[in-house]
């Protein structure tokens, strides 16, 4: 199945090299560093706010707690959950891989008995509409964990396994702060 995407979500690329550099705070202590500040570690997600063309924006990231393949080295693996209220914009689920991913080739999640394919441009990962970002989001509310599985343009299969602990009280943190 060839997922097409919306306009929407070229835009969030756009903010995922600033989002990369505040993943890093990850590992850091809370503090506020180019003018993205952590709202707090839940469980394993933390949540953050930052300000993009002068409006609050809101993100949660984690880091799989098990990654699969065959490869020899790989980059920062992170899902995320982004908010952006000015452009009414919630629930933008996306995630980076650590790889380009092969082209025209697809995502597919797993949280439960649900399964979405999600569209890939370079080292990231979208749905293709807000209903299935809601859908997944729903989801990680309800579920423990989530399997992530995408193909390297390399042709390497990756399986990255997420937790959800934290998962809600992460997503009421950024809803809060970005309301």
Not at 46 to 64: I, L, R, T, V
Not at 76 to 82: G, N, P
Request: net charge neutral; aromatic share 10%.
């Amino acid at each position: 199945m060839q997922v097409k995407p919306t306009l929407r979500v070229f835009s969030h690329h756009r903010v995922i090299f600033g989002l990369l550099a505040a993943l890093l705070l990850l590992a850091a202590p809370a503090a506020k560093a180019q003018g993205i500040e952590r709202l707090g570690d839940f469980g394993d997600w933390s949540a953050f706010k930052f300000f993009e063309d002068g409006n609050p924006a809101c993100y949660m990231a984690s880091q799989p707690i098990k990654d699969e393949g065959d490869y020899t080295r790989r980059g920062d693996i992170y899902a995320l959950v982004t908010h952006r209220p000015a452009e009414n914009r919630r629930d933008e689920v996306s995630f980076l891989a650590g790889y380009t991913f092969k082209d025209d080739s697809t995502v597919e999640v797993t949280i439960g008995s649900l399964k979405k394919q999600l569209f890939t441009k370079g080292d990231s990962a979208w749905a293709a509409d807000s209903e299935t970002d809601g859908e997944l989001v729903q989801a990680m509310v309800r579920g423990n964990r989530m399997i992530v599985k995408g193909i390297s343009s390399r042709g390497t299969t990756t399986t990255d396994t997420y937790s959800l602990s934290g998962f809600t009280k992460a997503h009421r943190t950024i809803s809060e702060a970005c309301k």
